[in-house]
């Protein structure tokens, strides 16, 4: 790939060049396995000391083209698909921090991410201290401990939309010693490029903009090859031998690869979760039309943003590309460009209301999913949080009247008549 192609371009063409008489379109290579001529030749794929395939549960050749453009749309130098955004969050934890080990979280995050982390991996000894996506820099300091081995936080958060500062918390870790990893799934590359403000590893959630048809549940880890893991001892995983592997050293035999070897000859050889080549496919058509899809989403929502802040039956708005939101001058700073098709407010009345105006919708679909390229909603105190108290909704920042729109790509004045029909039977 060229290294000067801008951003649309790398989204058509990065990972696959084919060559003379070779299929223009991204083959599917739905293979388990492969072939080889000899004993000798086999050997040296499993000891790591030639590249190549042997067993699609460690490498496929689809998997990695589709790996290797998101590479090239972040900045980083390498990348791995995951079988889900759960997974990409998962790994890129896990290939830095052991049953003993703590890591520093940004409380502003997915739900299943929090639950992941709080829940899951607490069981598996790693301990993890939440903090506000807003601490200052202090408070992000007394949030670390001597075995503190990542900082973690989304670039714009899923669903409360905050904007991180992220040149803040790559500092904070930085100077702990340790890398920030975030999770770029609203904004995607097209919209911000973490790498460039200190971000160390970067994941998604592909299920969301990236596939942005609905079609295939998938994640990626890109490691920027910025940080430094031999500066200190906090990542012997890395810098010391692998008895797995007749004692190899990632950092030594793979340079600014080490992180990204790591997760595929350890984490997927032992624990599995890669996308079938087929969803990396359907991935890949999504990708490449994701910077039209991005600019439109934002477009759209903007024009959604501004007519539901004008409304008389809606109570507050959310969406940090509005003047005025909490968030405006981080996202000028970190996404100028837009931040998300992804709005949350408020409808007057409630409850009753919410779901007056979400049933009442023709266009808009109810759907427990967000970054679609249709216009779909969510009212989560009626679905996702519907066990829960009054009392309890606010305090996980989930009020009662709040509803979370994903704005999709149809023309915005089908969008707004819609709305505007369903706020009139509130
Ligand atoms: C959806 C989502 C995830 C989880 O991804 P899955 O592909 O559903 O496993 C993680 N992070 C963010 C920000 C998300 O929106």
């Not at 590479?71 to 830095?96: H, I, K, M, P, R």
């Amino acid at each position: 790939m060229k290294d000067n192609q801008r951003i649309e371009t790398r989204c058509l063409h990065a990972g696959y060049e084919p060559k003379n008489g070779e299929p223009r379109v991204l083959p599917i290579v739905q293979s388990t396995t492969y072939k080889y001529e000899s004993s000798e030749a086999m050997a040296k794929l499993f000891d790591l000391e030639a590249e190549g395939y042997f067993y699609t549960r460690l490498q496929n050749p689809t998997n990695d083209m589709v790996a290797a453009k998101i590479a090239a749309l972040e900045g980083g130098v390498a990348a791995v698909l995951t079988s889900s955004g759960q997974a990409a969050s998962f790994y890129s934890v896990f290939n830095v921090a052991a049953a003993g080990d703590h890591v520093v979280a940004s409380a502003a995050i997915y739900g299943g991410t929090f639950n992941l982390f709080s829940v899951t991996m607490k069981k598996l000894g790693i301990d993890f201290t939440f903090v506000s996506p807003d601490a200052t820099r202090e408070e992000l300091d007394a949030a670390f401990k001597e075995n503190t081995k990542a900082v973690f936080a989304e670039t714009l958060s899923n669903p409360s939309l905050t904007v991180l500062d992220i040149e803040k918390f790559a500092a904070a870790a930085h100077a702990h010693g340790v890398p920030l990893i975030v999770d770029n799934t609203f904004p995607t590359p097209i919209n911000c490029r973490p790498f460039e403000f200190g971000a160390d590893i970067v994941t998604h959630s592909t299920t969301k903009y990236m596939d942005g048809h609905a079609t295939s549940v998938g994640g990626v880890i890109v490691d920027s090859g910025n940080f430094d893991w031999t500066a200190n001892d906090k990542f012997p995983g890395l810098t010391t031998p692998d008895d797995s592997y007749h004692g190899i050293v990632y950092t030594e035999r793979f340079g600014k690869g080490a992180y990204i070897t790591k997760a595929v000859a350890q984490l997927m050889r032992d624990l599995g979760s890669i996308p079938s080549p087929h969803n990396a496919f359907l991935l890949n058509l999504g990708l490449e039309t994701l910077h039209l899809r991005v600019e439109r989403h934002c477009q759209n929502a903007m024009r959604v943003a501004q007519f539901l802040e004008a409304h008389d039956k809606v109570s507050w708005v959310n969406y940090p590309g509005l003047p005025g939101n909490k968030y405006y001058d981080l996202a000028q700073k970190y996404m100028p460009h837009g931040t998300s098709g992804v709005i949350s407010f408020g409808v007057k009345g409630g409850r009753a209301a919410a779901t007056v105006f979400q049933d009442s919708l023709r266009l808009a679909t109810i759907a427990t999913h967000v970054a679609d390229c249709r216009t779909c909603v969510l009212y989560p105190a009626g679905t996702t949080h519907r066990q829960l108290t009054d009392e309890q909704l606010i305090a996980c920042g989930v009020p009662d009247d709040l509803l979370r729109l994903s704005v999709g790509i149809e023309n915005v004045e089908d969008i707004l008549e819609d709305l505007a029909q369903a706020l009139e039977k509130c």
